[in-house]
């Protein structure tokens, strides 16, 4: 949930289409797993709850696996690189020592094994690449500045232009 919203914030107050790309992405992340846990009717792990009923038996648990959430963000990161041809080695170390925390923070309380943290590590980077393919255009134009993009542009239209535009 942090994730999610630190990449919806960061595209508020920095004015950047980029987070917001990024928090698209997420969202479209849950609904895969969500339609993939539905279809394999996964069972849910008491261990993983993020949310607990004191007084009954009931507890909540995210579609995605923190494992996955991690993974698909230095997926796309490491992408970005990539078709940059540049290499960050402080990225790298960051998100590798991330992602080494969250598969034994995941493994240690019993919410994920090897294989569950493996699977959700190899499909969270996949859908990061692709995702990052798939809008790598929009994400970063090669022509444009951010201000000048065409969805900022959109944007613009319907959030107003200073505070004596604001109607609250």
């Not at 995210?62 to 540049?86: A, D, E, R």
Request: charged share 25%; net charge negative.
């Amino acid at each position: 949930i942090g994730i999610i919203c630190f990449y919806f914030i960061e595209s508020i107050l920095f004015n950047d289409i980029r987070g917001f790309l990024i928090f698209i992405g997420l969202i479209i992340n849950d609904l895969i797993n969500i339609g993939h846990n539905y279809l394999l009717e996964k069972k849910r792990n008491e261990k993983c709850a993020i949310l607990r009923n004191l007084y009954a038996d009931d507890f909540f648990e995210l579609s995605t696996s923190h494992t996955q959430y991690i993974s698909f963000i230095s997926g796309f990161f490491l992408s970005s690189m990539f078709f940059k041809k540049v290499f960050y080695y402080s990225t790298f170390t960051m998100f590798s020592i991330l992602i080494g925390l969250t598969i034994w923070s995941r493994i240690s309380i019993g919410c994920e094994d090897v294989l569950d943290s493996g699977y959700n590590l190899i499909f969270g980077l996949f859908r990061g690449i692709i995702y990052y393919v798939i809008i790598k255009d929009y994400y970063e134009p090669d022509d444009v500045t951010p201000e000048d993009h065409w969805m900022e542009r959109i944007l613009r239209k319907y959030l107003p232009k200073g505070d004596e535009d604001d109607e609250l």
